[in-house]
């Protein structure tokens, strides 16, 4: 098992910055890619960015230039570093983890609000 605990959510005026932060615990040896996932209401969870074991990153179009995923082993946890943040980047944001073993886990998902 694999448990995921987002934070760093909130509410930011268009143009603004926010950093998510997600903390994986567990039998984490078997991840082999993390990632950050978006839900609006009304919408289909979506990718935003994913990083693997080896640092690889990969991103959705539409965050490219803007977003940044990144991963402190030493913590177990992953970074989105989100700027230049527009009204339709509202959304839940959730973490998730992939592992060798086919398993995928989830996070409870932390709001992210841009408006002013």
């Known amino acids: 098992q694999v448990q995921l605990v987002e934070s760093g959510g909130g509410l930011v005026q268009p143009g603004g910055s926010l950093t998510l932060s997600c903390v994986a615990s567990?039998?984490?040896?078997?991840?082999?890619?993390m990632g950050w996932y978006r839900q609006a209401p009304g919408s289909k969870r979506e990718s935003v960015a994913a990083?693997?074991?080896?640092?690889?990153?990969n991103y959705a179009d539409f965050v490219k230039g803007r977003f940044t995923i990144s991963r402190d082993n030493a913590k177990n946890t992953v970074y989105l570093r989100m700027n230049s943040l527009k009204p339709e980047d509202t959304a839940v944001y959730f973490c998730?983890?992939?592992?060798?073993?086919?398993?995928?886990?989830w996070g409870q998902g932390t709001q992210v609000t841009v408006s002013s």
């Open positions: 998730n983890a992939d592992t060798y073993k086919l398993e995928r886990y």
């Open positions: 567990g039998t984490i040896s078997r991840v082999y890619v």
């Open positions: 990083i693997t074991s080896a640092g690889t990153t």
